[in-house]
């Protein structure tokens, strides 16, 4: 069935240090995967995604890996910093790819 | 413009009370998706809708139904809610695709 796993569920880093978050998902048609962070009380919000045909992409301090034989995809999160803190959720494109199917969530602690 | 919008914010209901959500967008968007949110589950798709007069379910659509009777508008209606149904409820919207959703505030239900 459409399934999307995340690990950690929770993670803790130095202000500074980097944060790697993890997703697997089942469907080996999956095309689109999206990262969204959601702040404390707040709606989530679309922070980067990724195509099939991309191994990698970057954003400042964010990237996404994708290794689609394995059906894996990270964050990457370098040189973090307090307003870091926040739930993201990993999410994959499914069957008919009208939808996305997100994962449980990872709470991210930046200790300053 | 004011993005994805959802009424009412919070709403207290007792069991076997119905009530109806609403969700607006003023972008134009094709896609609209209602999710649920619950501690330690991430946000599980409801029902969705691929357009105008168009819904579809998610991974969770029992005890909800669903109508797009118009492009901006995405309703959601708990005909004789449950305690199970307590949760945070968010609305989002794309263009044509999964692609970039945009959510909504939130509404916090409590089912006594």
């Known amino acids: 069935g459409e399934n999307v796993e995340q690990h950690?569920?929770?993670?803790?880093?130095?202000?500074?240090?980097?944060?790697?978050?993890?997703?697997?998902?089942?469907?080996?048609?999956?095309?689109?995967?999206?990262?969204?962070?959601?702040?404390?009380?707040?709606?989530?919000?679309?922070?980067?995604?990724?195509?099939s045909n991309v191994g990698e992409k970057k954003d400042q301090r964010i990237a996404v890996t994708?290794?689609?034989?394995?059906?894996?995809?990270?964050?990457?999160?370098?040189?973090t910093q307090p307003e870091d803190s926040a739930v993201y959720f990993c999410a994959a494109s499914f069957p008919s790819y009208d939808k996305v199917i997100f994962g449980p969530g990872t709470s991210l602690s930046v200790i300053p | 413009n004011a993005g994805v919008t959802q009424t009412p914010k919070f709403r207290v209901l007792k069991t076997g009370q119905s009530m109806t959500l609403l969700c607006a967008q003023d972008m134009n968007?094709?896609?609209?998706?209602?999710?649920?949110?619950?501690?330690?589950?991430?946000?599980?798709?409801?029902?969705?809708?691929?357009?105008?007069?168009?819904?579809?379910?998610?991974?969770?659509?029992?005890?909800?139904?669903?109508?797009?009777?118009?492009?901006?508008?995405?309703?959601?209606?708990?005909?004789?809610?449950?305690?199970?149904?307590?949760?945070?409820?968010?609305c989002a919207s794309s263009f044509p695709g999964p692609y970039e959703q945009y959510f909504g505030p939130g509404t916090r239900l409590t089912v006594t």
């Not at chain 1, 290794?67 to 999160?77: D, E, Q, Y």
């Not at chain 2, 946000?43 to 579809?56: D, K, M, P, Q």
């Not at chain 2, 139904?65 to 492009?71: A, D, F, G, H, P």
Request: with cysteine; aromatic share 12%.
């Open chain 1, 8 to 51: 950690p569920s929770t993670l803790s880093v130095q202000e500074g240090d980097s944060a790697v978050i993890k997703c697997t998902y089942s469907d080996s048609a999956s095309n689109y995967f999206p990262w969204y962070k959601q702040e404390l009380g707040k709606r989530p919000q679309l922070i980067i995604d990724i195509r």
């Open chain 1, 66 to 79: 994708l290794n689609k034989t394995a059906k894996h995809f990270s964050l990457h999160i370098t040189e």
């Open chain 2, 29 to 90: 968007h094709e896609y609209m998706y209602w999710y649920r949110q619950d501690p330690g589950m991430g946000l599980r798709l409801i029902h969705y809708s691929v357009g105008e007069g168009t819904t579809a379910k998610g991974e969770v659509p029992d005890g909800y139904n669903v109508s797009r009777l118009k492009k901006q508008n995405f309703l959601l209606g708990l005909e004789s809610a449950a305690p199970s149904q307590t949760s945070v409820y968010f």
